[in-house]
T-cell receptor, first 112, second 114 residues
Framework: GENVEQHPSTLSVQEGDSAVIKCTYS??????FPWYKQELGKGPQLIID?????GEKKDQRIAVTLNKTAKHFSLHITETQPEDSAVYFC???????????FGTGTSLTVIP | DTEVTQTPKHLVMGMTNKKSLKCEQH?????MYWYKQKAKKPPELMFV???????INESVPSRFSPECPNSSLLNLHLHALQPEDSALYLC?????????????FGDGTRLSIL
């Protein structure tokens, strides 16, 4: 089955700096990669996703890049703000499957 | 606010009690999921319903019993739970149960077993 690794497990950045979280996957059949943000006391919220026919996707301060050859994808958050502090999970899945394989999570702290 | 609503938000129960968790979505999604999440861990898939039929049961103990009365509702019936079952229980939904569809999560039910 698919195995998703996520690094780092914790990340602290100063407000206004950029944050990068990286994930690798093992199954070359995986073709859908969502990112979730989970705030304390809340459920995971989808913040951005990318499909394997695209190399990069941006949404305001958030971007995701995908390298299919190396089987890794990354989340980039620019101009970080304190409200970006949360746990972030990456995931991988494939079209004919029906479940997500989650990474282990990254706890991001943005220091004001 | 999420579009997947879970009730109750918190639940404390003894090991001999019977209780139910409820989940509702009105996005017209035909796939619904139950996950269990322990602190500082990713969600673990428990059950998948596709078009109101159970399609995945990830070897979950029988003390957890899912039910999908219609395409908008998902229940999880609990009976004779153990202390290690204390966790956040998340419900999610997607358009269909295919891996390329985003899943939308509720805020979960925080369950504590005494």
């Amino acid at each position: 089955g698919e195995n998703v690794e996520q690094h780092p497990s914790t990340l602290s950045v100063q407000e206004g700096d950029s944050a990068v979280i990286k994930c690798t996957y093992s199954d070359s059949a995986s073709n859908y990669f969502p990112w979730y943000k989970q705030e304390l006391g809340k459920g995971p919220q989808l913040i951005i996703d990318i499909r394997s026919n695209v190399g990069e996707k941006k949404d305001q301060r958030i971007a995701v890049t995908l390298n299919k050859t190396a089987k890794h994808f990354s989340l980039h958050i620019t101009e970080t703000q304190p409200e970006d502090s949360a746990v972030y999970f990456c995931a991988a899945s494939y079209t004919t499957g029906n479940q997500f394989y989650f990474g282990t999570g990254t706890s991001l702290t943005v220091i004001p | 606010d999420t579009e997947v609503t879970q009730t109750p938000k918190h639940l404390v129960m003894g090991m001999t009690n019977k209780k139910s968790l409820k989940c509702e979505q009105h996005m017209g999604h035909r796939a619904m999921y139950w996950y269990k999440q322990k602190a500082k861990k990713p969600p673990e898939l428990m059950f998948v319903y596709s078009y109101e039929k159970l399609s995945i049961n990830e070897s979950v103990p029988s003390r957890f019993s899912p039910e999908c009365p219609n395409s908008s509702l998902l229940n999880l019936h609990l009976h004779a739970l153990q202390p290690e079952d204390s966790a956040l229980y998340l419900c999610a939904s997607s358009q269909v149960s295919r891996g390329h569809q985003p899943q939308h999560f509720g805020d979960g039910t925080r369950l504590s077993i005494l």
